[in-house]
């Protein structure tokens, strides 16, 4: 939800400025700006659509030569996604630009102030008042620091601000509250960045801000402080990945490479998860097992597909901890008045750590005495930081829009979560532990035998682009499989994409069923053998009304064969692990679907990666 970038130093900051935005253009693409200040004051940029035509427009009007600079690239909330509203915004005087990302809630009333005392503003955005406050501030004599932590106590919502000021051009100045910042820290240069894949490939020395913090930046470093003026501390650390990380690696998308780095990335999530005596440890487990000992209810939150994986969490923890577990989308939590005490552990679960609808619910629960663990991909980022408790999944950087990595890891650490319940509350005998961790040890190897089996995915994939609808059907773990292959489909392919519980069909959808509808089935294990007759019935049923089915079942299952006008086959794992393996090709089918119809599939029309509003 907007990339925001800022740089002070020796290098030209239009280079490292644009190379920033181009890494954090996953974050929104309706439009993208510059603002430089230099010994010729200030100069600005920015252009309707996607990064490229401010690059163009740069080409045919170069900007002068600057080492300081901010930009943006825009998920547009307030107002149409035109010029106008692009970021930066400019003081009246020109003096102050500003980028923003969030939402500004009291714009309307401070607007109308400024309008009563005769400022013009342009644009339909929220941001643009910031800019005159700032300029107003700094024509009273103020420094552009002073300036902003002014400003940021009048403003409410969700904001990260990066402004510079033409009269004092080796300074930027930033602000967050909730929403995401992050500062590189450089040899005589200092960075921005809404994350860190803004300055990797420049230094990978990070600073994390604090809720409501004010960062200056110059060469000769940062300083941070307060809203009211205070000196305060930021939290380095240093980035564990580099920039091939945030590189295509020679495939044509971001996804495509993300979908192949699966073996690794769930590899590495479970990497270090064994003590020396072969019990399950988590490190970043800050509950003690008293604390876990009491727990009686977990409510689990998350949006979109980190939803899905908290679906499949449901199924792993009921079953080998018995204790009841509610899955709820972070966006409807808080106000159906949810029970909450001590005793209910509030699970959260996102890729990027900063989604708002799930800041919002934890917040809430936390309010309500819940002690709250996050499952979070990106490190440093809000969430965690306001959880009691934290699993990192391992994934590295995620910059499709469509999360696939992001996914499977995150049901990785929903499986560990589980086991390591289980363990705590005696639920499970150790052996058995242990059999399930062996088994998650293997996935990796079961991934890579699914992708190989891409080019007779991608095919099939073609063959569907005149399709106008099509249905995903799953049962108990393969319900939420089902429901996120749809979401894929949706979101890339722009194709209207329905799952479904397979044995809901017949009480209302199944009427959606007409000669030639795709139906991408998923086939539990037969292990399951209830399941597995109950999925066949449902397969039977659609294809009996003319669908044409592709099914996903194991290996060796061929009771399936009559029913499947296409069939992918999956590795044979146990029911509750099959949503690692059956997800796989779904993402395949999705990803070449997308491509094929020519759309953008890292960036797809209306999205961004990390939603920062509510
Ligand atoms: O970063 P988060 O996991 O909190 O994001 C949640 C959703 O916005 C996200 O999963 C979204 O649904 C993806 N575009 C799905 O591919």
Not at 77 to 82: D, F, L, M, S, V
Not at 284 to 287: A, F, P, T
């Given at each position: 939800m907007c990339g925001i970038v800022g740089y002070v130093g020796e290098r030209s900051a239009q280079d490292v400025v644009i190379e920033g935005l181009r890494r954090l253009e996953y974050r929104g693409y309706d439009s993208a700006g510059i603002a430089l200040v230099g010994a010729h004051g200030l100069a600005s940029d920015k252009r309707a659509g996607k990064l490229a035509n401010l690059e163009k427009a740069i080409a045919d009007h170069p900007l002068p030569a600057a080492t300081t600079g901010i930009g943006h690239t825009r998920w547009a909330?307030?107002?149409?996604?035109?010029d106008v509203n692009a970021h930066p915004h400019l003081g009246a005087a020109r003096r102050v630009a500003v980028v923003h990302n969030g939402i500004i809630e009291n714009f309307a009333e401070l607007r109308a102030r400024l309008e009563d005392d005769d400022h013009v503003l342009v644009s339909e955005t929220d941001t643009e008042i910031a800019a005159h406050l700032l300029e107003l501030q700094v024509q009273s004599g103020v420094d552009l620091t002073t300036a902003m932590q002014r400003v940021c106590s009048q403003l409410e919502g969700a904001f990260t601000l990066v402004a510079v000021d033409a009269d004092d051009p080796e300074r930027v100045v930033a602000a967050r509250r909730n929403s995401p910042l992050v500062v590189g820290i450089g040899e005589g240069e200092s960075f921005l960045g809404s994350d860190v894949a803004a300055f990797i490939e420049h230094t990978r020395e990070a600073l994390e801000l604090g809720q409501d913090q004010v960062v200056t930046l110059t060469r000769a470093g940062v300083e941070v402080s307060t809203f009211d003026g205070r000196p305060a501390e930021g939290r380095r650390y240093h980035v564990d990945w580099d920039l091939s990380a945030a590189e295509k690696d020679g495939h044509d998308w971001f996804m495509r490479k993300e979908i192949f780095e699966q073996p690794r990335a769930v590899a590495d999530s479970l990497l270090g998860r064994r003590s020396a005596s072969g019990r399950l440890q988590l490190d970043?487990?800050?509950?003690s097992d008293q604390e876990l000992r009491d727990v009686t209810k977990i409510i689990i939150i998350a949006c979109g597909t980190s939803f899905y994986a908290g679906m499949v969490a449901k199924y792993a923890i009921e079953h080998w901890c018995r204790i009841p577990v509610e899955v709820e989308l972070a966006s409807e939590f808080r106000y159906r008045d949810p029970i909450l005490d001590y005793s209910t552990l509030v699970v959260a679960i996102s890729q990027?750590?900063?989604t708002a609808d799930t800041l919002q619910a934890i917040r809430h629960a936390r309010v309500q005495r819940s002690k709250v663990l996050a499952i979070c991909n990106t490190n440093g980022s809000t969430i965690p930081r306001e959880s009691d408790a934290v699993i990192y999944?391992?994934?590295?950087?995620?910059?499709?829009?469509?999360s696939t990595k992001g996914f499977l890891t995150q049901l990785v650490a929903c499986y560990l979560l589980a086991l390591y319940l289980a363990q705590v509350k005696g639920t499970r005998y150790g052996d058995e532990i242990d059999q399930v961790l062996g088994q998650l040890e293997a996935v990796p190897g079961q991934i890579e035998a699914v992708l190989e089996q891409a080019p007779a995915i991608y095919e099939l994939a073609r063959t569907h682009r005149d399709s106008g609808s099509v249905l995903f059907l799953g049962r108990h773990a393969g319900y939420p499989v089902a429901l996120e292959g749809a979401l894929k489909l949706k979101e890339l392919a722009y194709l209207h994409a329905e799952g479904f519980a397979a044995g809901e069909?017949?009480?209302?959808?199944?009427?959606?069923?007409?000669?030639?509808l795709p139906v991408l089935c998923v086939v539990p294990p037969q292990g399951r053998d209830q399941l597995h007759d109950k999925m066949l019935s449902g397969i039977q049923e659609v294809r009996a009304r003319g669908a044409r089915t592709i099914c996903l079942a194991e290996e060796g299952d061929e009771r399936i064969t009559p029913y499947a006008d296409e069939l992918i086959r999956l590795p044979r794992v146990p029911v509750l692990l099959q949503p690692l393996v059956a997800v796989v090709p779904l993402q395949l089918f999705a990803c070449e679907l997308a491509t094929a119809l020519g759309h953008d599939v890292d960036q797809p029309r209306n999205l961004a990666k990390s939603v920062t509003v509510e």
């Open positions: 909330t307030h107002g149409a996604p035109n970043e487990m800050r509950l990027s750590g900063e999944t391992h994934a590295g950087p995620e910059i499709g829009v469509a069909l017949k009480h209302g959808p199944i009427a959606l069923v007409d000669q030639g």
